[in-house]
């Protein structure tokens, strides 16, 4: 079982590699962007959404063929529950992304100094005077409306995988557009683990940790009512 175990983690160890670095450059853009409006004001909601959905786009495009390109632990747990990646892989995909969001989070600490700790080092926050049960079921929603893009496009060979990439940056950047002063648009539990913990602002980490969690739960609906079914004719 050891052997078996050490083996699957040789064998797959650049697959690691990528998903850390794609979501080191991820996590720190999304927050740099953050941080670098609140200091300087020039980038507003609609460049920051842009920024991140430009930014994802392009990470998936650059790992997807390394890695799978999830850059997202909500992606991966999706992919678990539709038995797409095996209990071995998924930990060791959640360790890279977690340990990514650290990273980025002292990468942040490192270009704009101490004063970025006290806007979270860029880490959503929630906006707009919503009680926290409504935002974790928004984040929910929003990143159940991610999986189901990313199912769609990428997961289903059945649909345009070639325009995934683009078509879940899009996504992404309407969601944050829509989501940035609300809920905080996070949609990515990595986007707040390093960030709130590095800045002590652990206040609403659970919140932009179950929320997205539990938009994977549509990752196994999309199977069930769409894969599954292409799979019987």
């Known amino acids: 079982m050891n052997i078996t175990f050490v083996k699957s983690w040789f064998l797959d160890w650049r ?3 990528a998903e850390f670095l794609g979501t080191l450059c991820f996590v720190f853009i999304s927050s ?6 609140i200091f300087f004001g020039n980038l507003g909601v609609l460049g920051i959404s842009l920024g991140i959905g430009l930014s994802y786009s392009a990470l998936i495009f650059l ?3 390394l890695s799978g390109g999830f850059l997202n632990p909500a992606v991966t747990v999706a992919l678990w529950l539709s038995q797409k990646l095996t209990g071995v892989k998924t930990v060791f995909f959640l360790i890279a992304q977690i340990a990514a969001s650290f990273a980025a989070a002292g990468l942040v600490f490192l270009v704009f100094g101490a004063d970025a ?16 049960d409504v935002a974790v079921i928004l984040e929910a ?6 999986i189901f893009v990313i199912f769609g496009t990428m997961v289903d060979r059945a649909g345009p995988v070639s325009f995934g990439p683009l078509a879940i940056g899009l996504v992404v950047f309407a969601l944050t557009l829509f989501d940035l002063p609300l809920s905080g648009a996070s949609l990515n539990p990595v986007r707040a683990i390093g960030p709130a913990v590095i ?4 206040l609403d980490l659970a919140l932009f940790i179950i929320g997205p969690l539990g938009g994977s739960l549509f990752g196994p609906i999309y199977s069930l009512l769409f894969l599954k079914k292409a799979k019987s004719r």
């Open 32 to 37: 740099a962007l953050i941080v670098s409006d």
């Open 117 to 132: 700790q006290k806007f979270g080092l860029g880490a959503p926050a929630i906006g707009f005077d919503l009680g926290p």
């Open 141 to 146: 929603f929003l990143a159940a409306i991610l």
């Open 199 to 202: 800045s002590q602002k652990t």
């Open 15 to 17: 697959a690691y590699v």
């Open 63 to 65: 790992t997807a063929h």
